[in-house]
């Protein structure tokens, strides 16, 4: 069995369990070891922001599942198991997408070390991952071509009073803007 599919097990254990909370439909909250969900975040990142071993997973399902089953539906857990697959393409778009984004330096700024913050400029996006921490994993009830849009959010250098979000489509980023914006979906504002 692979890492994806032992974090998968993991996850899927931890959700219908009831130990880490109880899976009821409609609106679900997990909380997950950071160290087994998300190895980007990192206390080397984000030296000001607040720090949590947990990550919040929540779940939004309609009620067509059934209540008794304990479980998300096959689409949720479906768009569970391509994030947990293609985690570290999905955060390299993201880091893609943040370095020298035009849209987003225009309202934040260019990062600047001497005040620790703006938006990252590095030719390696990579190193984009010690800017922003992931600390929330909003499964939405909208879906698109047989999978889930998923939000992230968490903090950030570059606005650290409104924080950050981002929408995805599989490993596509749709939206990037503050926490509301990877915490409530918008299809509006959604490419």
Not at 81 to 94: A, H, R, T
Not at 154 to 159: K, L, P, T, V
Not at 169 to 190: A, C, P
């Amino acid at each position: 069995m692979g890492k994806a599919s032992n974090y998968y097990e993991f996850i899927i254990d931890e959700i219908t369990s009831g130990e880490e909370g109880e899976f009821k439909g409609g609106y679900s909250e997990f909380e997950l070891d950071v160290d087994i969900f998300l190895k980007y975040n990192s206390k080397k990142n984000l030296k000001n922001a607040e720090w949590d071993d947990w990550l919040e997973l929540n779940i939004l399902d309609n009620y067509t599942i059934d209540p008794f089953e304990k479980k998300p539906s096959d689409i949720s857990l479906k768009t569970i198991k391509y994030f947990i697959e293609n985690e570290e393409k999905i955060i390299e778009n993201l880091c893609k997408e943040i370095c020298n984004n035009e849209k987003l330096i225009d309202i934040y700024e260019e990062y600047s070390p001497e005040f620790d913050n703006g938006i990252p400029t590095y030719e390696n996006h990579k190193l984009a991952t010690r800017h922003f921490m992931i600390n929330g994993v909003n499964i939405f009830e909208e879906e698109k071509n047989g999978f889930k849009y998923v939000g992230f959010t968490g903090n950030c250098n570059w606005n650290p009073e409104y924080g950050f979000g981002c929408v995805i489509h599989k490993d596509k980023i749709m939206l990037i803007g503050n926490w509301n914006d990877g915490y409530y979906f918008n299809d509006g504002e959604i490419n």
